[in-house]
């Protein structure tokens, strides 16, 4: 018997998922319109991005900050902030991490 109401229960979520799942598809297409416009508006406000994390400021805006940010207080440390180890350094030109081609030559 609790078989059949744990397989029961897995079909009942699966079904869900499915639901959600073209629901969401549906609702992409519908509010493609508001999407569009909301990246034009933080493109001419020239926005920066979203504040993910309070730790540390090169965490709260890594588009802003720079690679040196986290060993400013003590060149020789490890990162400390587990924020710091999730995010990838910021996307500078031609490669990532770099400063691109503002200051190549």
């Known amino acids: 018997m609790r078989h059949r109401v744990f397989i029961g229960f897995i079909i009942a979520e699966a079904v869900c998922l499915l639901f959600f799942y073209l629901f969401s598809l ?19 406000l020239m926005l920066t991005d979203l504040a993910v994390w309070t730790e540390a400021r090169y965490t709260r805006h890594p588009s802003q900050a720079d690679l040196f940010s986290p060993f400013q207080d003590s060149p020789s440390s490890i990162e400390h902030f587990p924020a710091g180890s999730l995010i990838a350094p910021p996307w500078r030109g031609g490669r990532r991490g770099g400063y691109g081609h503002h200051f190549e030559r």
């Open 26 to 44: 549906l609702e992409i297409e519908r509010r493609r319109p508001e999407v569009d416009a909301r990246r034009e508006l933080v493109r001419v």
